[in-house]
């Protein structure tokens, strides 16, 4: 930069014409960037000069990279960080873990133009704060947002506390906690169920190890020896929305006019029955039920077995 002083215009600063390494000449964007960061830093430093409180400008940590302001309160080192442009999820993360592990908080303040740097804070906390060109704060949650004044937000050692923030906070942690629960409850749910299964597969493996094939009846509410298909179906309707855990490609070995009744098998052998002879299947409607239990082994479905000399099957 050159200092130009003449006898008509005031003095002024100017780029000198051979002056090519100077970023905001090549990007005159980045000057109005630059003005509008020092225009929110010198607001920022004013406020907390106001409650009594010395911030640095532009801080840099022994760790590598530089905050906005730094401030000290109730003996903890606070980060105060001015986020104008955008900043994907990666440099995010990245820049925030590099001031946690340099300061004892750190408070994010998103301009407008920051939204995905925002997202991702609320994402990941539930709530992020916004600073305008007013230099007034507010309070992003999951279903609201809140602005105040700068001088309405006092600085504490815990951060900046913004109106609204603690409601913030509250509805994030009720949000996670039904969440927990929710997810808690399929939990214990599927386990319930996967035991259901166990005790039934455990029963029907007994069932089916100490009593001849030919001489009993599978457990449960309709004989599978004297039923047909259409019996079986009108008795399970909910068989209908079926889709068992490896998926249908099993039918592509199985002639389709026997599709129907391999797939009601499968939901037989999956959610009713945990071991059985292959000739329980053997009902009017199906043509060949040993090709469709030798299909779901190949799928991994069902294990073949052969007790008393009667061949059977039992849940893989």
């Given at each position: 930069?050159?200092?130009?002083?003449?006898?008509?215009?005031?003095?002024?600063?100017?780029?000198?014409?051979?002056?090519?390494?100077?970023?905001?000449?090549?990007?005159?964007?980045?000057?109005?960037?630059?003005?509008?960061?020092?225009?929110?830093?010198?607001?920022?430093?004013?406020?907390?000069?106001?409650?009594?409180?010395?911030?640095?400008?532009?801080?840099?940590?022994?760790?590598?990279?530089?905050?906005?302001?730094?401030?000290?309160?109730?003996?903890?080192?606070?980060?105060?960080?001015?986020?104008?442009?955008?900043?994907t999820d990666a440099s995010w993360t990245d820049r925030d873990a590099l001031y946690r592990q340099s300061v004892d908080q750190v408070t994010w303040l998103y301009g407008p133009h920051a939204g995905t740097g925002a997202g991702r804070e609320q994402a990941v906390r539930g709530w992020a704060l916004l600073i305008d060109q007013d230099v007034a704060l507010g309070v992003r949650s999951h279903s609201t947002e809140a602005w105040s004044l700068l001088d309405d937000c006092?600085?504490?050692?815990?951060?900046?506390?913004?109106?609204?923030?603690?409601?913030?906070?509250?509805?994030?942690?009720?949000?996670?906690?039904?969440?927990?629960?929710?997810?808690?409850?399929?939990?214990?749910?599927?386990?319930?169920?996967?035991?259901?299964?166990?005790?039934?597969?455990?029963?029907?493996?007994?069932?089916?190890s100490e009593v001849p094939y030919q001489t009993r009846e599978a457990p449960g509410s309709i004989d599978p020896f004297r039923a047909s298909l259409t019996a079986w179906r009108a008795f399970h309707p909910e068989s209908e929305l079926f889709v068992p855990r490896r998926g249908w490609s099993f039918l592509e070995t199985v002639a389709e006019t026997d599709h129907e009744a391999a797939r009601f098998i499968a939901y037989l052998c999956e959610q009713i029955y945990g071991a059985g002879p292959v000739n329980m299947f053997a009902v009017t409607g199906v043509s060949n039920p040993a090709r469709i239990v030798n299909a779901l082994q190949q799928a991994g479905m069902v294990t073949l077995l052969e007790i008393k000399g009667v061949s059977g099957w039992t849940r893989a």
């Open positions: 930069m050159l200092l130009k002083a003449g006898e008509v215009r005031r003095p002024y600063f100017a780029h000198a014409q051979s002056d090519v390494s100077c970023r905001h000449r090549q990007r005159p964007e980045y000057a109005g960037r630059s003005y509008e960061h020092l225009h929110y830093q010198n607001a920022l430093v004013a406020w907390l000069k106001n409650q009594g409180l010395t911030a640095r400008i532009e801080h840099t940590f022994d760790r590598g990279g530089r905050a906005d302001l730094q401030v000290f309160v109730d003996g903890l080192s606070h980060t105060i960080e001015v986020q104008l442009s955008s900043l006092p600085m504490t050692g815990a951060g900046i506390l913004v109106p609204g923030l603690r409601e913030a906070m509250d509805e994030h942690a009720a949000i996670m906690g039904q969440r927990e629960a929710a997810e808690q409850e399929a939990a214990d749910r599927e386990r319930t169920q996967r035991r259901a299964r166990d005790r039934e597969e455990h029963r029907g493996r007994h069932a089916w």
